[in-house]
């Protein structure tokens, strides 16, 4: 069985301000983990992914995330905010293997961002 | 084509009605699948199909749920009997095998 959680379903930041997007998975398998971003009345964009290469994965729009299997996390982070990210985040776990294709998700974080 | 389209965007539905939602993948795209999305939820999986060969139909809510692909292309999902709780978001995903989805738009199903 697999699920995530993402922590906050609202979060506000800034204009130039980190963003910071918490997502906590459970897995009994090595997971891949995704973050995709949704904007109003579009479909799912895959930010980045994680398949068990390098831990550290950077994705466009200079998104990035961390895999720390120890605290079983994959937050989205970025530097310095701009008004088009906001939109809805999704984070979402699948694993190598029978089922794979079945994507996981959690229940979103809406990003607002301040002028 | 440049990517997935779905149609209708949009659809209104008396309780009862029956409808069919219509997915046309990106070319050559073996990998089809189907996500509802209720209010306020992350997507859920309804059902895979692989070319013509719908290998997973475990996420369908109920018998009234049906979906196909008979040429391995363009898929539709029907409702039977269109339920309130059937109002969602409806995404289409498709992809080669074993590789990254790509997202329709959605259909968005208001059932009255």
């Known amino acids: 069985a697999q699920s995530v959680t993402q922590l906050g379903s609202h979060v506000s930041v800034s204009e130039g301000a980190l963003v910071l997007l918490r997502c906590n998975y459970s897995s009994s398998v090595p997971p891949y983990l995704f973050w995709y971003v949704q904007y109003p009345n579009q479909g799912l964009q895959l930010l980045l992914k994680y398949t068990s290469a390098a831990t550290l994965v950077k994705g466009i729009n200079g998104f990035e995330a961390e895999f720390k299997k120890s605290e079983t996390s994959f937050h989205l982070t970025k530097p310095s905010a701009h008004m088009s990210d906001a939109a809805e985040y999704f984070c979402?776990?699948?694993?190598?293997?029978?089922?794979?294709?079945?994507?996981?998700f959690g229940k979103g974080t809406k990003l607002s961002v301040i002028p | 084509g440049a990517g997935v389209s779905q149609s209708p965007r949009y659809k209104v539905a008396k309780r009862g009605q029956d409808v069919a939602l219509r997915c046309d993948p990106i070319s050559g795209h073996v990998s089809l699948f189907w996500y509802q999305q209720a209010l306020g939820q992350g997507p859920e999986f309804l059902t895979y199909f692989q070319n013509e060969a719908q290998l997973d139909k475990s996420g369908l809510p109920s018998d009234r749920f049906f979906a196909e692909r008979p040429e391995g292309s363009v898929s539709t999902l029907k409702i039977q009997r269109t339920q309130q709780e059937d109002s969602a978001v409806y995404l289409c995903?498709?992809?080669?095998?074993?590789?990254?989805?790509?997202f329709g738009p959605g259909t968005r199903l208001t059932v009255l």
């Open positions: 995903a498709s992809s080669l095998a074993g590789t990254s989805k790509f």
């Open positions: 979402a776990v699948t694993h190598l293997g029978a089922g794979s294709y079945q994507l996981t």
